[in-house]
């Protein structure tokens, strides 16, 4: 009867033993389903969407991100600079060719006069073809922008004038009026490239 009676308090002990295995088993399966309805839910596991949502992390994306562009925009910015330099160096080298290109039919007439002189001793022929080539070569500083100041009975005025030489005695009427002009003055545009020197009345 005791060999009995400890068989039976064997069976309930590891009965009850297997019942306590079941139910933690049953907890771990129900975590695990937990566990794995999170990951259905928002594709990420639990550490994952930790990860996403770390603000420090975030930061450290967009500050990289920050610095991409700004690199990026620098060396743009680089690139524009050294290319508006040599566009602007070339302007300055290159700048006179239009007037240059314009100006060589000019050069031309006037070899070609130096040839004609040549042949002839007519100073009439001469002198028509100096005044032909200065009417052309006038017509085309004119399409430039380039014209002549006129100091034909001006007033002096510091602007567009140079006084060289000061002519006394020439009446009241002529006082501070230009008397002669001993060189030519121009103007590109509105801008005064060279004054024209002149003789004032005093």
Known sequence: ???????????MAEEKNINEQEE???TDEMAVESENDEVAEDGNTPEEAAEETDPLEAAKAEIEELKKQALYKTAEFDNYRKRTLKERAE????????VITTLLPILDDM???IESGKKTDDPDVLREGMELIYHKLVKVMEGHGVTKIDTTDADFDTDIHEAVAMVPGMGDDKKGKVIDCLTAGYKLNDKVIRHAKVAVGQ
């Open 1 to 11: 009867m005791k060999q009995v009676r400890i068989n039976i308090q064997t069976i």
């Open 24 to 26: 933690k088993l049953t």
């Open 91 to 98: 302007l300055i080298l290159n700048g006179g060719e239009k």
């Open 111 to 113: 070899e070609r006069a």
